[in-house]
């Protein structure tokens, strides 16, 4: 291995048994990126069911940003939905198979008037705007049946995310149980809240802001690693940080959560939401700069609405997770679960840092 070659495996410090091979050298062998989405830039088309002046091509609007005149944002029901709220049925078991009822809801949320506004060219005010109609539309999904126990937000971008509409759209599912990997985030938080009595999203974010070290070999007394502060740190506003993460499971990913600790993203005051606006746009500008239309899916972590949702607040802290798709998973990674990560993470944040954006 060269001098400069990464070749580790990090273990995600929130879900331990999730971890990440980060192999640098791997970068430079013969592979298939996923290429770029193709970037639709037109304000209107026609035939897009999502456009403005087009709204009788989808069912009617659950709920509309403004509230009066020409909207910005749009809610939907999703016409092709995951779950449904038809008459749910008792759960089935049949030897060691089990059946859960497929019942829930499955919204779209048009994030723009305009066709093809990309997240980073929205203003922040309106993304101030988008992450009220998801915060309200995850209190009124809550609230509109005990049964659920998780809403889910998220956004595909590109045709390898998952995107099949080319109109700026984001989505929301509630489901009656809770997804695997936010119940392993929430298992483990809860494991270091018993053992060190506190959060550690909150630990990881005081780490990025104030912790440095110099890792030397014991044999040669040769410097094997420098650990800078902010050196994982991408953006910072006043309330909310993005950082990428020391086991990166993708090149590029990136991870904004509040500074304060909280739980639940139904927490967010007006103040809040306009720091993470802020924060949003910025962060995506970067990525924007530096990766040049790149596909990706976001999506939103807070704590499940269960049985335990008291018992969760002072270990869990809500999150976003930014994830762009810039390689296709290998037979190694679908067969292991081991994600590789050819990029070295503080390689990755530095050129996010560093990437020129247009000032706010």
């Known amino acids: 291995m060269s001098d400069g070659e990464i070749r580790e495996i990090r273990i995600n410090p929130v879900v331990p ?14 592979k298939k990126a996923e290429e770029h989405a193709p970037r639709d830039s037109r304000k209107h088309v ?3 069911p999502f456009c403005s002046g087009n709204e009788d091509r989808t069912p009617p609007a659950i709920a509309v940003y403004p509230d009066s005149g020409a909207w910005n944002i749009r809610i939907v029901e999703n016409l092709y939905p995951v779950l449904g709220d038809e008459k749910s049925h008792s759960n089935i078991s049949f030897g060691l198979q089990q059946i859960i009822d497929g019942y829930g809801r499955h919204e779209v949320i048009i994030d723009h008037n305009e066709h093809g506004r990309a997240i980073h060219e929205m203003s922040a005010s309106h993304l101030a705007m988008l992450f009220t109609a998801f915060r309200d539309r995850v209190s009124a999904l809550f609230e509109s049946d005990r ?3 998780y ?3 998220f956004k595909n971008f590109g ?3 998952g995107a099949s509409i080319a109109h700026t759209h984001s989505q929301v599912i509630a489901m009656p149980v809770v997804p695997e990997n936010v119940q392993s985030e929430v298992e483990n938080s809860w494991h270091f809240f018993r053992t060190h009595h506190q959060c550690i999203f909150c630990t990881l974010i005081d780490e990025a802001l104030t912790f440095e070290a110099t890792i030397y070999d014991r044999e040669s007394g040769q410097v094997r690693r420098k650990i800078s502060v902010g050196q994982y740190v991408v953006e910072k506003g006043k309330r909310f940080i993005a950082v990428k993460p020391f086991a990166s499971r993708y090149e590029w990913e990136v991870h904004i959560l509040p500074l304060a600790h909280h739980a639940d993203f139904l927490s967010v005051e007006r103040e809040d939401i306009e720091d993470l606006a802020r924060v949003m746009k910025r962060t995506m500008a970067r990525l924007e700069a530096v990766l040049g239309g790149a596909q990706y899916n ?13 018992q969760h607040q002072a270990s869990y802290h809500w999150h976003l997770e930014i994830c762009p798709r810039t390689s296709i998973p290998t037979g190694f990674e679908l067969g292991s679960g081991l994600f590789v990560n050819t990029l070295s993470p503080e390689a990755a944040a530095e050129r996010l840092r ?3 954006i247009p000032e706010d």
């Open 159 to 161: 045709p390898a995310a």
């Open 151 to 153: 809403v889910l937000i």
């Open 354 to 356: 560093c990437a020129e």
């Open 147 to 149: 049964r659920l126990k």
């Open 46 to 48: 026609e035939t897009c």
């Open 298 to 310: 976001f999506f939103l972590h807070s704590v499940p609405h269960d049985n335990h949702l008291e």
């Open 17 to 30: 048994g999730e971890s990440v091979l980060v192999a640098t050298a791997r970068s430079m062998r013969p």
